[in-house]
């Protein structure tokens, strides 16, 4: 599998960043430990302890008792060994459309930087797995459905575990296949896990959590190419570049909407306010930067919170090697990350409706300022049988009236489970694959956009006395042009906007700094 970096992430040693988990999940950075010895006798130190305490004869949840409402439940010496493999069986029971190769990656990377805090009692022999199976391409095949997101993603968690001992399926090189043979073709033992290290893998945030960096990393380059659209949406238009002026945004300063307008500017370029046709535009086009601004701004919190979590130890009991305590809580609640999610899905959806209303002023003649209805670029001959974008429009708004309707907050509908143990639950993992889903819809918005307003700068700058797109504008509609071909006569678009989207996907189309 090709690498674009070979420097390696390491866990354990340093705060990692979204980033980080970005570029392991794409298969672009190899993951490592810390090579010090003392790091990895802090490691075995936590398990050695843990061990201690139960040949002490100490009652320790989920080590020697039974898991959630069955922690009064005492397990018999001799079948604690079995406790593990337990667990993993009976949460075997993951639906939907599995996880990616991404998402999985990402998933992995979360729960491995978690235990290698070093307070989870886990063996460095564990870490080592998971640090082998990310490098070397071994992903479980991991059910999306099924969390509630406390005890953190036990169900999705479970196959983690269960590829680990050589159970269910994982693909390898991505051929799916069962895991004990993927395991073995990658160079890699299964483990037999020791007591708490099946609830270690399992009792935490890390699909939430991974999916969630996933989730950012694409909300923050929709931002951007949401702000280029728009500048090409306002040329089209011929817009007023006078609602971006430095000076009125100074007096109103959040720091998201002046981002946007600074970027806005930076692509419209310099223009005289007495070249301005209107002293306002529509709201859609008037008010991007206070729109998208607000995703700019979540955008900072939600990365501090994500961030958080990625860096947390975040199962249940924790096990501090320092101190010899066994700390039972509920760390393993989503709580910040399904809030995260359920706003950062409402602020990019809100970015989809804006484009979608810039698009109905494009392809209505009533509103574009002398475009052709549609924007329809034939002149003549067939002219009369083109219909242009009007096909386009009209998904745009289904793909848009779906993004708005997932922003439901996911994290509003706990619901009490497991004998009202987890009466209280996060809901984090729905709010997470929603969020994804809205990014979806949303990017298959942005490439509409994208294409009809390239056409729409081609034809604004055709028009008699127009003047000339900036130099920013013009790059982008050859961008799209040399990707996409340029709309003449009618023609289908479902794959076009189809290789627009996976470009949009890929972070393939230029955006400003």
């Known amino acids: 599998m090709k690498r674009a970096n070979k420097t390696l992430v390491t866990v354990g040693k340093a705060r990692l960043t979204i980033d980080d988990i970005v570029t392991i999940a794409k298969a672009r950075r190899r993951v490592g430990l810390p090579k010090s010895p003392a790091y990895r006798r802090l490691i075995r130190q936590g398990a050695d302890f843990l061990q201690a305490a139960l040949a002490d004869g100490l009652c320790v949840y989920g080590v020697n008792t039974g898991y959630g409402d069955n922690c009064t439940t005492v397990i ?5 060994a079995g406790l593990p493999d337990n667990l993993i069986r009976y949460h075997g029971v993951g639906t939907g459309v599995p996880l990616d190769g991404p998402a999985t990656r990402a998933v992995l990377a979360c729960r491995l930087n978690s235990l290698s ?66 395991l073995k073709l990658a160079g890699l033992k299964p483990l037999t896990l020791a007591p708490k290290e099946g609830l270690a893998l399992m009792n935490g945030t890390a699909v939430m959590t991974g999916l969630a960096c996933l989730a950012y990393d694409r909300a923050a380059y929709l931002s951007r190419v949401a702000t280029r659209i728009t500048a090409m949406v306002s040329y089209a238009l011929d817009g007023n570049p006078d609602h971006f002026d430095r000076t009125l945004f100074s007096v109103k300063p959040h720091r998201g909407q002046q981002l946007v307008a600074a970027r806005l500017r930076a692509d419209l370029g310099p223009r005289r306010s007495a070249e301005a046709s209107r002293i306002q535009d529509r709201y859609s086009v008037r008010c991007a930067p206070h729109v998208i ?46 809030f995260a999610m359920d706003a ?5 959806a809100s970015v989809a409706d804006l484009l979608d209303r810039q698009l109905a002023l494009l392809v209505d003649a009533r509103y574009s300022h002398g475009l052709p209805a549609n924007l329809v670029g034939v002149v003549g001959g067939t002219a009369a049988l083109q ?17 708005l309707k997932l922003t439901m907050p996911a994290t509003a509908f706990s619901r009490s489970t497991e004998c009202h143990n987890q009466d209280k ?61 340029r709309q003449g006569a009618d023609r289908e678009l479902d794959l076009i906007v189809e290789a627009c989207v996976e470009r949009i996907q890929n972070q393939q189309v230029p955006v400003a700094d």
């Open 76 to 80: 018999p010496a001799e079948l604690v």
């Open 293 to 338: 601004g607000v995703l700019e701004d979540a955008l900072t919190w939600i990365r501090r919170d994500l961030e958080n979590e990625v860096n947390s130890a975040n199962d249940n009991p924790l096990i501090n090697p320092h101190t010899k305590q066994i700390m039972h809580g509920g760390q393993f609640y989503g709580g910040h990350v399904g």
């Open 117 to 182: 805090l070093g307070f989870s009692g886990v063996r460095p022999e564990l870490l080592e797995l998971l640090v082998g199976m990310l490098n070397r391409d071994v992903l479980p095949r991991i059910p999306s459905e099924g969390s509630v997101g406390a005890s953190g993603d036990l169900t999705p968690l479970s196959y983690v575990a269960a590829t680990m001992t050589g159970k269910r399926r994982a693909s390898h090189a991505g051929k799916m296949m069962n895991s004990a043979t993927a």
């Open 344 to 348: 950062l899905k409402l602020a990019v």
């Open 425 to 485: 639950v996060s809901m984090g993992t729905i709010a997470a694959r929603d969020c994804l889903r809205v990014l979806e819809l949303s990017e298959q918005v942005l490439a509409a956009l994208l294409l009809a307003s390239a056409q729409g700068v081609v034809l604004r700058a055709g028009l008699p006395g127009a003047r000339p797109p900036s130099l920013a504008v013009r790059e982008a509609v050859r961008a799209v042009e040399a990707a996409h071909g």
């Open 387 to 403: 219909h242009g974008f009007k096909g386009l429009q009209i998904s745009c708004s289904a793909w848009t009236a779906e993004a």
